[in-house]
């Protein structure tokens, strides 16, 4: 077990509809991480926050955007929703100075 | 920018078999480089890391040497197990601490009995 908390699990929804994915970090972990996994793309980097602010921005489209809150949670908002988005979003955290970052279990996300 | 090349999979491979994947970088400075696993269903698990240069990361069996004159980290393991069956992803970061990972595009390994 990593520490680091993702829900839901799975997640099915229709296109043009909008989902939140939620993370827990580790505890104390200031930073965490937004990935995305599909089979013909890898692992991509969408954007980190550090400490409720956001540090670094991958490839994230404009339809999705994230927030971290006080307590260190990150929400991931997914919205105008394509077949395309489908995919595992991953969540990460680090603590300070760690050049690791611990995952998640990950969300499955299904756009029908 | 910074990035990660591994070997293409599918990778299959008898038990008790030698295993190696090869993983090269690009990267300014002098990264932090790692090991990932993701068994079926699962996250990713960090498997093993090294810091600096002629470092060596092992666990479970596995090890990989931060090759700095050859921008190389390889994974090795002497003898595999069908428990080895996973995807293994190579991955860099910067020394600062704190940043994002590059991870490579990550090779299957399937090991038959």
């Known amino acids: 077990d990593s520490g680091v908390t993702q829900t839901p699990k799975h997640l099915i929804t229709a296109t043009g509809q909008r989902v939140t994915l939620r993370c827990s970090p580790r505890?104390?972990?200031?930073?965490v991480y937004w990935y995305q996994q599909s089979l013909d793309q890898g692992l991509q980097f969408l954007i980190q926050?550090?400490?409720?602010?956001?540090?670094a921005k991958g490839n994230i489209l404009e339809r999705f955007s994230a927030q971290q809150f006080p307590d260190l949670h990150s929400e991931l908002n997914l919205s105008s929703l394509e077949l395309g988005d489908s995919a595992l979003y991953f969540c990460?955290?680090?603590?300070?100075?760690?050049?690791?970052?611990?995952f998640g279990q990950g969300t499955r996300l299904t756009v029908v | 920018g910074d990035s990660v090349t591994q070997m293409e999979g599918p990778v299959t491979l008898s038990e008790e078999a030698f295993l190696t994947i090869n993983c090269t970088y690009t990267?300014?400075?002098?990264?932090?480089l790692f090991w990932y696993v993701q068994y079926p269903g699962e996250g990713l698990q960090l498997l093993l890391k090294?810091?600096?240069?002629?470092d060596k990361g092992s666990n479970k069996g596995f090890e990989a040497t931060y090759r700095k004159e050859t921008t190389s980290f390889h994974l090795e393991k002497g003898s595999v197990q069908v428990s080895d069956s996973a995807v293994y992803f190579c991955?860099?970061?910067?020394?600062?601490?704190?940043?994002?990972?590059?991870f490579g595009k990550g090779t299957r390994l399937s090991v038959i009995a």
């Open positions: 990460a955290s680090s603590g300070w100075m760690n050049t690791e970052a611990f």
């Open positions: 505890s104390g972990d200031l930073s």
């Open positions: 926050y550090y400490n409720g602010e956001e540090r």
């Open positions: 990267a300014t400075g002098y990264p932090s």
């Open positions: 090294a810091t600096k240069a002629d």
């Open positions: 991955a860099l970061s910067d020394t600062r601490g704190n940043t994002p990972l590059v």
